[in-house]
């Protein structure tokens, strides 16, 4: 079964802090993704990483950095927490068609979650 | 860039009621297709999902979507609803050849008993 740990279940920051989300998977996927929940918004994707050291922007990156020194650790970073930054925060992670030599079977893309960070910013 | 759109932001629905939530996506080329569920304090867990073949797919606890290509829809059904089924329910859609998945805003649904 893969798994899909989040270091924290509920956070509590001021502004401007520095907050530092951590996530780790089991599975060697080489695809790992920082998303935010916000209620009537759906999920929207922050940054995603394909590789050790690769990193590349979602939609919302604005106010974010993020960290993949190992396969399976993936940090999201909040330079400067904000109010606005007030979310549940899901990490996941999926195998990657990029693989070249390894037969990757069409259906085994699907993305498996962590069970996310409520952060709140006062 | 694609987008999905799921137009029912909350839907109720007594026990043993028929669902069906919409679930519209855009994108020219040849996508996958996935719908999440978000059960009240759970993590986001897979439903079901369409890769290529039968456009009638069965997931768990009894749920069914089907691909209709020339509609651009991956509607979700479950003949008759059960109280455990109150969740957060999520479109996606994965384009062939990307590894970026994008959600629909979600709709809620509440089975009353």
């Known amino acids: 079964d893969v798994k899909v740990t989040q270091s924290s279940r509920y956070l509590v920051k001021r502004t401007g802090e520095k907050v530092f989300l951590e996530c780790v998977q089991d599975?060697?996927?080489?695809?790992m993704f920082w998303y935010r929940q916000d209620p009537g918004l759906g999920l929207r994707l922050i940054y995603f990483s394909y590789d050790v050291k690769m990193k590349e922007k979602g939609d919302i990156p604005e106010g974010y950095s993020v960290s993949r020194e190992k396969k399976e650790r993936f940090s999201l970073i909040l330079e400067s927490a904000s109010t606005n930054q007030t979310s549940m925060y899901l990490c996941?992670?999926?195998?990657?068609?990029?693989?070249?030599?390894?037969?990757?079977?069409?259906?085994?893309?699907?993305?498996?979650f962590g069970p996310g960070t409520r952060l709140t910013v006062l | 860039a694609q987008s999905v759109s799921q137009h029912n932001h909350h839907v109720i629905l007594s026990e043993a009621a028929s669902l069906e939530l919409g679930c519209n996506y855009s994108y020219g080329g040849t996508v996958n297709l996935f719908w999440y569920v978000q059960y009240p304090g759970q993590h986001l867990q897979l439903l079901l999902k369409y890769f290529s073949g039968d456009p009638l797919v069965k997931g768990i606890k009894g749920f069914e979507a089907e691909f209709i290509k020339s509609k651009f829809s991956f509607n979700l059904r479950k003949p008759s609803v059960q109280w455990s089924d109150t969740a957060e329910y999520f479109c996606a859609v994965l384009p062939l050849r990307n590894e970026k998945l994008t959600f629909g805003t979600g709709t809620r649904l509440t089975i009353i008993p």
């Open positions: 599975m060697d996927h080489e695809n």
């Open positions: 996941a992670s999926s195998l990657s068609r990029r693989v070249f030599g390894r037969k990757i079977p069409n259906d085994y893309n699907e993305q498996f």
